[in-house]
């Protein structure tokens, strides 16, 4: 799951939930030039990096990441609930435009309960066929 909106978007701040954690990246659109402080909850996370003027990134937010002189800052978010904000801190076209990206954290997948019995049945059949070899061919030795 991928949240993907603008930070020139109405109406901010962006809630949403996470369950388990995640990171969020927010860069710089169109013009390279703009800086930004983020904050959750009101809470400042930090300021993007600061730009270099030049670039053009358009509206593709891949194109506007892999671009160094664009700003991006990448801020880890822990679980619950977040409000996402930003202020343009530095506007060199008199107006600001940013891209903001929520990447939840992957939970590992444990290992169903039932795996290490499953594991067992298998040794203890594989130790009940060796046996059963293993007297078969003891019978057939001691017949001789």
């Not at 930004?36 to 053009?56: K, M, W």
């Not at 298998?122 to 070899?133: D, N, Q, S, T």
């Amino acid at each position: 799951m991928v949240l993907s909106f603008s930070i020139a978007a109405p109406f901010p701040p962006w809630t949403f939930t996470l369950p388990i954690g995640g990171t969020l990246t927010v860069i710089d659109g169109f013009q390279s030039g703009d800086q930004f402080n983020v904050t959750d909850s009101g809470v400042s996370l930090d300021d993007t990096s600061v730009p270099i003027l030049g670039a053009n990134c358009g509206f593709n937010f891949a194109a506007c990441l892999s671009n160094p002189d664009m700003s991006i800052g990448v801020f880890a978010l822990g679980s619950g609930t977040h409000a996402i904000d930003g202020t343009a801190i530095a506007m060199p076209f008199g107006g600001g435009t940013a891209f903001f990206e929520v990447t939840p954290n992957v939970s590992p997948v444990p290992a169903p309960a039932a795996l290490p019995l499953f594991a067992t049945g298998l040794v203890a059949l594989g130790l009940l066929g060796w046996f059963r070899k293993r007297k078969a061919c003891g019978n057939l030795l001691g017949a001789a």
